[in-house]
């Protein structure tokens, strides 16, 4: 069983990244530019949110943190988003979800500029990428295919099942390894909460990919031999050894299923420190213009 490690991955692609922003630099190029809007108080939220502005530090880009209360209503959100879009020196921006109840989250998404859209949620990049034409992948799946590439996992003719089906990762990584070329090829089975007899579709896959939400829910006799097991989930489990009074943990119970597989994500440590760097790479193609010339 070998081990997919997010964190060397990310560092590895850090370094890359650097590179490259040096090299723009020296050219006259332009310095990337992140914006972060943050509303509320959610703890997770501003732990992903300032994980986000820390590795655009390492990696030489500009950022910015744009902080807002809950009680901000949906026309100042709105305003922000604006002002985001127009702002000739922001390459690219996300507003971190979840936002207060109050506001729209669709309304936001669809309100931010689709050449600015890091984050991969817009109507168009989502469209753009089912069709396979160039467009900002969501940030976790394409730090999951960043990951298989990497470390070269064969996908072709090879079965995959997703289990969850949301929209930031179930269904776009379902459709991105089904899609022509690699990583992909796959023959892709999506599952969800109303799919018949799980632990047998589970079992007849090379490829598992976990989003679902709720610690430890791919058992160990799901498995067969062999199988690539991609851990999406990051979820709080009560654990009064820690100070925090709880640790990390993925959707798959990693003690009985690592044994089985040939490669398997940690958490934490493996597909979540993706993501970071998937945004990071996403602002990089922003500031190039790479996708939107
Ligand atoms: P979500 O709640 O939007 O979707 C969960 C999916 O799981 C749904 O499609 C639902 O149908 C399915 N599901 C729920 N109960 C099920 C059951 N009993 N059997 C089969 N399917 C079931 O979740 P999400 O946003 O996709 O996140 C999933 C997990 O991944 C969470 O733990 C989240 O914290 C984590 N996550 C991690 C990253 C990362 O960077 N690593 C990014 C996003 C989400």
Known sequence: MQLLDGKLLSENIKAELAAEVEALRGRGGKTPHLAAVLVGENPASQVYVSSKIKSCEQVGFKSSLIQRPASTSEQELLDVVRQLNEDPDVDGFIVQLPLPSHINEEKITLAIDHRKDVDGFHPVNFGRMAQGLPAFLPATPFGIVEMLRRYNIETAGK???????????????????????????????????????????????????????????????????????????????????????????????????????????????GVGLMTVTALLMNTLKACKKEIYP
């Open 159 to 269: 079965h995959c099942v997703v289990v969850g089906r949301s929209n930031i990762v179930g269904t776009p990584i379902s459709i991105l390894l089904s899609r022509k070329g690699y990583p992909g090829d796959c023959t892709v089975t999506l599952t969800h909460s109303r799919t018949q007899n799980l632990p047998a579709e589970v079992r007849r896959a090379d490829i598992v990919v976990a989003a679902i939400g709720i610690p430890q829910f791919i058992k160990g006799d799901w498995i067969k031999e062999g199988t690539v097991v991609i851990d999406v989930g990051i979820n709080r489990f009560p654990d009064t050894t820690k100070k925090s009074g709880y640790r990390l943990v993925g959707d798959v119970d990693f003690e009985a299923v690592a044994p089985k597989c040939s490669h398997i994500t940690p958490v934490p440590g």
